[in-house]
């Protein structure tokens, strides 16, 4: 998306974490009070479970330190804390949600990293050894709040090691002024784009990344295709050169037809940046971009992804995720924290301070969410995504399926060829880790 890998993650790192007033600066007292830190990993005095945010609990006490990146929404989610969480005495530090798991891995066998990390799925690092897994109790609570596709994304060998709280998935964005309603399918897209297109004056119904492998996914998986297989853990064996994936490549090359523009000219701006300024019928984003066709004055909606003959697409579920540290020294409250963030309070904090939506399976209790134009229709598309996968090859098998995308869309190699490549290139990678996909 237009963060991570340039074409890809854009979306769920884009997410900021900013200070209203009266929120603690870096690295000052969020809030007082507390005692020693304490507690260990077990959850045993975490058990008081942290989606109450009702009565104030004090048998959990002590410091904590946490790396948010938006001053706004961690201010706001310590005074919530606080309320239930009295004795906690809550720092955070404003650290990038693309940093936080790299500076953890130095700070924390060092006795000075964070207790509780706000990291992107792409970015988890539960195959490092320093994120601590949930205690099986909170772990079937917050697996009963959250929809099952998210709580994919931070589970790893049956084990939850992070709680996934916002959704970052893909929908379609419509120009309401231009097509008052969105359409079921791409056929209908397909139609449509037929009267519309006008390529010597760069007029366009659909505007993609090409080599975009996240959002582009929705292709390839209309036709059966699913990323390191059905439970996206098979790292040997990534599929890139599956014949279900040989058609979803072939149907996303045939969109070619209607928008006849190579790679590198399809730029972020010109795809994207075009939608905000209301010259495109369609474009497929994530709720990343809602704010800048907002602020474009665009007269826009958002909805599921169209069929594709006939089938839904499932698109990749990305999530933010909150995560424990397995240096932290107060694990009580570093698993009540983390918990906290998916409470009806946490998901009202979430949308109040940065509008985006949470990964519960019911939003009815917060305020405006339901009810969100913008918002609906991801959570629409939320049931047909497929978990991310947490395996740490997921990094590894990006810019072989960029590459691959964007060499069958230019015409430089044959798609029989471009699958090839992609294998080849991901073996490669996995070469220079120590690994191979024939061991």
Known sequence: ???????????????????????????????????????????????????????????????????????????????????????????????????????????????????????????????????????????ARIESLIIEAAIGTATHDGKLYGVPFQLDNVALFYNKDIVPEPPATFEEIIEFAGTYNDPAAGKYALRLSPNNSYANYIFLTAFGYSWFGPNRDDWKNPGFDSPEAARGLAYLKSLREIFDVDTADATYDFSFSSFDRGEVPFVINGPWGVAGAKNGGVNFGVAKIPTINGVQPYAFSGTQIIAVSSYSKNFDAAFAFAEFTVSEEGARILYETLGVAA?????????????????????????????????????????????????????????????????????????????????
């Open 1 to 139: 998306m237009k963060k991570m890998l340039a074409l890809i993650l854009t979306f769920s790192l884009a997410v900021t974490l900013a200070a209203c007033s009266g929120t603690p600066s870096a690295g000052d007292t969020g809030s007082t009070g507390g005692n020693s830190a304490g507690g260990t990993s077990d959850g045993s005095a975490g058990t008081d479970s942290g989606t109450d945010s009702g009565t104030a609990t004090t048998e959990i006490s002590g410091d904590l330190l946490i790396w948010f990146n938006n001053d706004d929404y961690a201010g706001a989610m310590i005074e919530a804390f606080n309320v239930k969480y009295p004795n906690v005495n809550v720092r955070y530090e404003k650290i990038d949600g693309l940093e936080t798991a790299e500076k953890l891995s130095l700070e924390g066998p060092a006795g000075i990293g964070a207790d509780v990390i706000w990291t992107a799925h792409d970015r988890f690092p539960v195959a490092d050894g320093y994120i601590e897994p949930f205690p099986a109790d909170a772990q």
């Open 359 to 439: 990964t519960l399976k019911d939003v009815s209790g917060i305020p405006g969410l339901s009810e969100d134009e913008y918002l609906r229709g991801f959570m629409e598309q939320a049931p047909f995504t497929h978990p991310q996968s947490s395996i740490p090859q997921m990094y590894l098998s990006w810019q072989p399926t960029i590459t691959m995308m964007e060499f069958i869309w230019d015409g430089v190699l044959t798609i029989e060829e471009a699958q090839a490549k992609a294998m080849e290139d991901y073996e490669l990678l996995l070469n220079t880790n120590g690994q191979s996909m024939f061991d």
